[in-house]
């Protein structure tokens, strides 16, 4: 009877879970879930603050979390993962990219610890957040800085994009989701 229990918590566990149902590090160690989030779209990004995409990017997130926020709602959410894996790009502790990233672009958002995205370079395979073994499961694994992932309300992921993708091509799948969910009404935006 105890294999059976354990079978069906094991079961259920992969069955419930998503995006939403992860608990990760804010940038000052304390734990962080991401249940609160859950009811808005979201889009989890590997950040780096030496990347030729940088300025481009915070520019962007900061800017498209300000305007589907706009007159107080609360429907949209950016989620920043700092992360050192590609070229170096990310030297600095996580005190230090988020007082940077406030100074420098007034950021609107919460930046996470800094940490590992992939498997691939990375000691110990726990290194890897289980958030973001779920987010390559679902998707596939960042291959450089500023990979994004589209999360609806539920904490399904709907989407991945590359850097090259700028936040002009990701914004009409936001405004799908945010459409679908009854988040926004279509005259919003």
């Known amino acids: 009877m105890f294999f059976i229990w354990i079978f069906l918590v094991g079961i259920t566990n992969v069955i419930c879970e998503d995006f939403y149902s ?12 991401l249940e609160q989030y859950r009811g ?9 603050s030496e990347c030729s995409y940088t300025d481009s990017h915070y520019e962007a ?14 429907v949209f959410q950016v989620l920043a ?35 590992a995205v ?5 000691e110990n395979e726990d290194e890897l957040p289980d958030v973001w073994r779920f987010l390559s499961e679902k998707t596939e694994p960042p291959s450089w800085n500023f990979w994004k992932y589209l999360i609806d309300p539920n904490g399904n992921v709907i989407q991945a994009y590359s850097p090259q993708i700028n936040m ?14 009854n988040l926004i009404d279509k005259s919003e935006l």
């Not at 590090?25 to 879930?33: F, I, L, M, R, S």
């Not at 808005?40 to 780096?48: D, E, P, R």
């Not at 997130?61 to 609360?74: D, E, S, Y």
């Open 22 to 33: 992860f608990t990760v590090k804010d940038w000052e160690g304390n734990d962080h879930p």
């Open 168 to 181: 002009r091509q990701v914004y009409p799948d936001i405004k799908k989701l945010l459409v679908k969910y």
């Open 61 to 74: 997130l900061v800017g498209i979390q300000q305007k589907l926020n706009r007159g107080n709602r609360n």
């Open 81 to 115: 993962f700092p992360s050192n894996q590609f070229g170096n790009q990310e030297p600095h502790s996580d005190r230090h990219i988020r007082v940077w990233a406030k100074d420098m672009f007034d950021i609107n958002f919460p930046i996470f610890a800094k940490g």
């Open 40 to 48: 808005k779209v979201s889009l989890a990004v590997n950040v780096a």
């Open 118 to 122: 992939i498997k691939e370079g990375i």
